[in-house]
């Protein structure tokens, strides 16, 4: 079953950190490039951190020098350490390919909260 499934969120004060995680299988994962994308509430969703198979990373610049995605080729994981964390960055976060994300293999995202 081709499927991703996002873990890791929750509730942080601004300046907190938290780590994503998204399995992912096979049929997705391999030889693709992966990404993180976010959906704040009336806003279009977003990608913001993307990474290739041989791990070559980027990120917007809303996120650069707090954000860090990575993969693990060996488990389908890709992950997304988050520090100093802003009440902007509250979102639902999903993982999908990059840049381009498939319709078909959307997760039900987990939610980033970051609030006083």
């Known amino acids: 079953q081709v499927r991703l499934v996002e873990s890791g969120g929750g509730w942080v004060q601004p300046g907190g950190s938290l780590r994503l995680s998204c399995a992912a299988s096979g049929e997705i994962f391999s030889g693709r490039a992966m990404g993180w994308y976010r959906q704040a509430p009336g806003k279009q969703r977003e990608l913001v951190a993307a990474?290739?198979?041989?791990?070559?990373?980027s990120v917007v610049n809303s996120v650069k020098g707090r954000f860090t995605i990575s993969r693990d080729n060996a488990k389908n994981m890709v992950y997304l350490q988050m520090t100093g964390l802003k009440p902007e960055d509250t979102a639902v976060y999903y993982c999908n390919c990059a840049p381009l994300a498939r319709d078909n293999f959307w997760g039900q995202g987990t939610q980033v909260t970051v609030s006083s």
């Open positions: 990474v290739t198979t041989g791990g070559t990373t």
